[in-house]
């Protein structure tokens, strides 16, 4: 699995287990939900800032959406 779709499994992943809409995560992250959709279909291939951006939204560290395999994902408040 490429980098592209390692994200978008992993952002999609995180999302449900928060409970986020796509529409509040695109505010958290301050993107446009079209952008976050095309994001969890593998369609799009975003900056290191937008990557920042998205794992602050989440609530993790960056790294960790480009993590592979089934993984737990801890809270950056956590650490």
Known sequence: MD????????????????????EALALDSDMKRSYVSDLERGQRNPSVRALGRLAAALGVPPHQLLAPGDQSFPSVDAE
């Open 3 to 22: 980098a592209v779709d390692l994200l978008a499994k992993n952002v999609r992943k995180l999302r449900r287990e928060r409970g986020l809409s796509q």
